[in-house]
């Protein structure tokens, strides 16, 4: 984790460190573990170490993946942590995964003291907000066939680790349609 907080955001001195460190709660995780449910209040940063999740939300009866995560990296409801509002989506994690989590209550009081992790927090945010951005304009931008592909370049896992359903939710098409595209990539490929 140390590695991952000084590439985001520059040096920690040990202190710091020791003192993040402290605050560090580890859990080991199963296939199916819910760990934030639509309507309750994100309240950590977690640094996935192992395994694989997504973020889902229910929209009007149907199930819709929004995002996948593959460890090692770190995840969070962003919104919800920041507002203290009810998250609009679920985080589930799809395989047995290795966490660490940094509740944010406390993470925010080292921010006071250890202005290298209030740096590395800002970075973070940073990140995220690229990340939504991204994800946004492929939204608006992008159809079915160019999400696809662009999984096939830059995330090739998240087409092994996650179920057929999962996928063609995340791509806005049915799992049948995801068959048909992944039969028409294999053909234009050989």
């Not at 770190?74 to 589930?92: A, D, K, M, V, W």
Request: charge should be negative.
């Amino acid at each position: 984790m140390r590695q991952y907080l000084e590439a985001v955001g520059g040096p920690i001195s040990e202190e710091a460190w020791e003192a993040t460190q402290s605050i560090i709660v580890e859990q080991e995780v199963t296939a199916g573990t819910l760990l934030l449910e639509n309507g309750k209040v994100c309240d950590a940063i977690w640094h996935l170490v192992s395994g694989a999740g997504r973020f889902f939300e229910w929209h009007d009866g149907e199930e819709y993946t929004t995002h996948f995560f593959v460890g090692p990296t770190f995840f969070t409801n962003y919104h919800s942590l920041l507002s203290g509002e009810p998250s609009e989506f679920n985080i589930l994690m799809e395989e047995e995964s290795q966490l660490q989590i940094l509740p944010y209550p406390l993470l925010q009081g080292l921010y006071g003291t250890h202005h290298a992790l209030e740096r590395v927090g800002r970075r973070f945010a940073e990140q995220m907000f690229m990340g939504e951005f991204d994800r946004r304009r492929q939204l608006l931008h992008w159809d079915a066939t160019r999400h696809y592909e662009h999984l096939e370049e830059n995330h090739p896992e998240v087409l092994r680790r996650f179920a057929q359903k999962d996928i063609a939710s995340y791509l806005g098409i049915t799992p049948v349609s995801l068959s048909r595209l992944r039969k028409q990539r294999r053909t234009s490929k050989g």
